[in-house]
């Protein structure tokens, strides 16, 4: 698994996770009258290939209450965490990965990755994720700042810098039967 | 759209590579070999981005590797009027200065 961004926190494994809804593809609920303080929300599931960043687009330009620039800023931090997850984490459990946004009146935006992966506890444990939940622990930005990697001849860390300077807070939460990935704008 | 479109123009000495749809990490490697064929031939590279549906960080690796060759070989890459997305990611990864940005191909 990739070193995810500074400003990421790390949550202790939780007790019993909700079941995640697998609904039809781009579902999408948005509040009903007398239900102004629920979150509009759209879910989606996605496969976990590489191809699989096509559909993640086309969901983030489906949700319609998304503003232009939350869903510009969606798309682009949460295609890095996607692309992390698909090349690093696999074998993803069900070979798929769902994907949630969810907004409350008046708030903004947050788009959830749910899936299984054997190896996510462990990464979600290190200390290398940037600021965890001991506050004592430095930001480690200036160890986060991309570079040319000649062994490899391209750019390495553009992807990490992208998602911190994108979204307010990443969250990684490994749980006994789901792993989560949470950004919030 | 889902798939990347690239149109490749020569313009004198100058060559123009006009980019529509998502530039990610399934499709950059189409940018990357473009971009390679093109520095060789040219000494400006214009990257229109202006029909840009995403660039991630596997796109704008292309575009700094190239800019460093570039660089190193006394050539030039030009973006041309980078959409709003593109525009955003090019900002979210700090070497947005680096980047010479043109409005029009007549500001070149």
């Keep these: 698994m990739p070193t995810l961004p500074a400003g990421c926190e790390v949550l202790p494994p939780g007790g019993a996770e909700p079941a995640v809804r697998r609904p039809a593809s781009g579902e999408e609920r948005?509040?009903?009258?007398?239900?102004?303080?629920?979150?509009?929300?759209?879910?989606?599931?996605?496969?976990?290939?590489?191809?699989?960043?096509?559909?993640?687009?086309?969901?983030?330009?489906s949700v319609a209450f998304l503003s232009r620039d939350e869903r510009n800023r969606l798309k682009l931090a949460g295609g890095e965490i996607f692309d992390n997850l698909i090349r690093h984490a696999p074998p993803l459990e069900g070979g798929s990965v769902v994907v949630r946004c969810s907004k409350r009146p008046g708030t903004r935006p947050l788009l959830a990755f749910y899936f299984r992966s054997p190896v996510f506890a462990d990464f979600a444990a290190c200390s290398s994720c940037g600021r965890t939940e001991d506050r004592t622990v430095p930001d480690t930005e200036d160890e986060m700042a991309p570079f040319f990697d000649p062994l490899i001849g391209r750019w390495r860390g553009i992807g990490l810098r992208m998602c911190r300077n994108l979204s307010r807070s990443l969250l990684l939460r490994s749980g006994p039967r789901l792993d989560r990935i949470y950004i919030a704008l | 759209m889902t798939q990347l479109d690239i149109v490749e123009r020569e313009d004198g000495d100058r060559y123009i590579l006009q980019v529509a749809g998502p530039v990610n990490s399934y499709t950059y490697t189409d940018l990357q070999e473009k971009m390679t064929k093109a520095m060789a031939i040219a000494s400006t590279v214009v990257v229109d981005l202006e029909k840009v549906t995403n660039l991630s960080s596997a796109g704008?690796?292309?575009?700094?590797?190239?800019?460093?060759?570039?660089?190193?070989?006394?050539?030039?890459?030009?973006?041309?009027?980078?959409?709003?997305?593109?525009?955003?990611?090019?900002?979210?990864?700090?070497?947005?200065?680096?980047f010479p940005v043109a409005e029009s191909l007549h500001s070149l």
């Design chain 2, 60 to 98: 704008i690796g292309v575009l700094m590797a190239a800019l460093d060759d570039a660089e190193a070989e006394g050539k030039k890459v030009v973006l041309l009027k980078p959409s709003e997305i593109a525009r955003l990611a090019l900002e979210s990864t700090g070497f947005a200065e680096r």
């Design chain 1, 30 to 61: 948005l509040p009903a009258q007398g239900e102004r303080r629920r979150s509009a929300e759209a879910t989606e599931a996605l496969v976990a290939s590489a191809a699989g960043i096509l559909d993640f687009e086309e969901f983030v330009d």
